[in-house]
């Protein structure tokens, strides 16, 4: 059994694109220890178990983005071909396609990573909707604030003087 990729390399290799949390066909193949060739291969090969929800190709523009946010994916820069990018069900396909002993190891990972992504993401929701309630009472209290600092204001002020004049009327 080979020695496995850190968790945090693979969810490095997780992007977000079109949507969809996706891992670049090159990223793939490392993780599995095949060339990108033979992975594309297999995924030709089995074009079937591949619906448009597992695989897409990347654009022309989205494969500029990923090269230039992606320092590790400099190599697609030159490449004439478009990347493939895998969903998280794509990936497991694709380790069951290779059917290596490393492919299926590293794709248990892989299914962990995006597990793992899902939940820290459904957490900053979760964060996020509590943070808009808070604001939202505070957004209350300012008004409640105002009006006391008012009332202490009004109570600040001297009172207005009667003044008697003092003395005898004639």
């Known amino acids: 059994m080979s020695a496995p990729v850190p968790r945090?390399?693979?969810?490095?290799t997780i992007l977000v694109i079109r949507g969809h949390k996706v891992i670049v066909d090159?990223?793939?193949?490392e993780l599995y220890g095949v060339s990108t060739k033979v992975l594309n291969q297999a995924?030709?090969?089995?074009?079937d178990r591949f619906p448009k929800d597992f695989i897409f190709r990347l654009t022309n523009q989205e494969?500029?983005?990923?090269?230039?946010?992606?320092?590790h994916l400099r190599k697609l820069k030159f490449s004439t071909v478009q990347p493939f990018a895998f969903?998280?069900?794509?990936?497991?396909?694709?380790a069951s396609v290779l059917n290596s002993k490393r492919a299926i190891e590293m794709s248990i990972y892989v299914v962990?990573?995006?597990?793992?992504?899902?939940?820290?993401?459904?957490?900053?929701?979760?964060?996020?909707?509590?943070?808009?309630?808070?604001?939202?009472?505070?957004?209350?209290?300012?008004?409640?604030?105002?009006?006391?600092?008012?009332a202490i204001r009004?109570?600040?002020?001297?009172?207005?003087?009667?003044?008697?004049?003092?003395?005898?009327k004639a």
């Open 43 to 47: 995924v030709k090969r089995n074009n």
């Open 26 to 29: 090159a990223d793939l193949a």
């Open 112 to 150: 962990r990573a995006f597990v793992e992504l899902r939940e820290m993401l459904g957490t900053h929701r979760a964060l996020a909707q509590k943070l808009g309630e808070l604001e939202q009472q505070v957004g209350s209290h300012d008004s409640h604030i105002q009006s006391l600092f008012d």
């Open 87 to 94: 969903t998280e069900h794509g990936a497991v396909m694709v």
């Open 63 to 71: 494969k500029l983005e990923v090269v230039t946010n992606c320092d």
């Open 154 to 168: 009004q109570l600040m002020e001297p009172p207005p003087s009667k003044s008697r004049r003092i003395g005898f």
């Open 8 to 12: 945090d390399r693979i969810k490095k």
